[in-house]
T-cell receptor, first 112, second 112 residues
Framework: SQTIHQWPATLVQPVGSPLSLECTVE??????LYWYRQAAGRGLQLLFY??????ISSEVPQNLSASRPQDRQFILSSKKLLLSDSGFYLC???????????FGPGTRLTVT | SQQGEEDPQALSIQEGENATMNCSYK?????LQWYRQNSGRGLVHLIL?????REKHSGRLRVTLDTSKKSSSLLITASRAADTASYFC????????????FGKGITLSVRP
């Protein structure tokens, strides 16, 4: 069966510090991968998605970047965090044959 | 702009009652999906309905889709306290494969 992991679960970082969030998927090959951000009490904002290794599409210009160094690994990064980067970050995967997305447990990021 | 808009924003019902949640969208779609999110957790896929389907059932869930009105409804019958969560509709727009657009969500509270 397929599983998706995200870490860390929670993170408190000062403004101006770097960020690296990791997402890995097990039990599937060549998944589409997604990073979303969810502000408190709000819907999901798609940040990046990837249909293959090294292929990254950015949805919203911002202070973040994403990379896909391996088929089942998706990384969200920032060189210098802003207060507005605080939120709940969710990674998701989808096969190329189905439109259903499967989400990780999320990372709660607080920038202080 | 938000593709999916749910209403009501919040719903509070008694255990055993039915819960009806609505979603409207703006552009043509391939599929519409409903997801559930428990507080502080990732989203869980509930049900997918294709644009050529009008109604679909899964356990206590019933989803309808009216493409002429660009709207969908999710009915949860015989609600339980464990159904307390946020519910999101997500659309897969025609011509925008691989990406979902989520609404802001409906907060459902089921009182025991």
């Amino acid at each position: 069966s397929q599983t998706i992991h995200q870490w860390p679960a929670t993170l408190v970082q000062p403004v101006g510090s770097p960020l690296s969030l990791e997402c890995t998927v097990e039990g599937t090959s060549n998944p589409n991968l997604y990073w979303y951000r969810q502000a408190a009490g709000r819907g999901l904002q798609l940040l990046f998605y990837s249909v293959g290794i090294g292929q990254i599409s950015s949805e919203v210009p911002q202070n973040l970047s994403a990379s896909r160094p391996q088929d089942r690994q998706f990384i969200l990064s920032s060189k210098k965090l802003l207060l507005s980067d605080s939120g709940f970050y969710l990674c998701a995967w989808m096969t190329g044959f189905s439109y259903e997305q499967y989400f990780g447990p999320g990372t709660r990021l607080t920038v202080t | 702009s938000q593709q999916g808009e749910e209403d009501p924003q919040a719903l509070s019902i008694q255990e055993g009652e039915n819960a009806t949640m609505n979603c409207s969208y703006k552009t043509s779609i391939n599929n519409l999906q409903w997801y559930r999110q428990n507080s502080g957790r990732g989203l869980v896929h509930l049900i997918l309905i294709r644009s050529n389907e009008r109604e679909k059932h899964s356990g206590r869930l019933r989803v309808t889709l009216d493409t002429s009105k660009k709207s969908s409804s999710l009915l949860i019958t015989a609600s339980r306290a464990a159904d307390t969560a946020s519910y999101f509709c997500a659309t897969d727009r025609a011509g925008a494969n691989s990406k979902l657009t989520f609404g802001k969500g409906i907060t459902l509270s089921v009182r025991p």
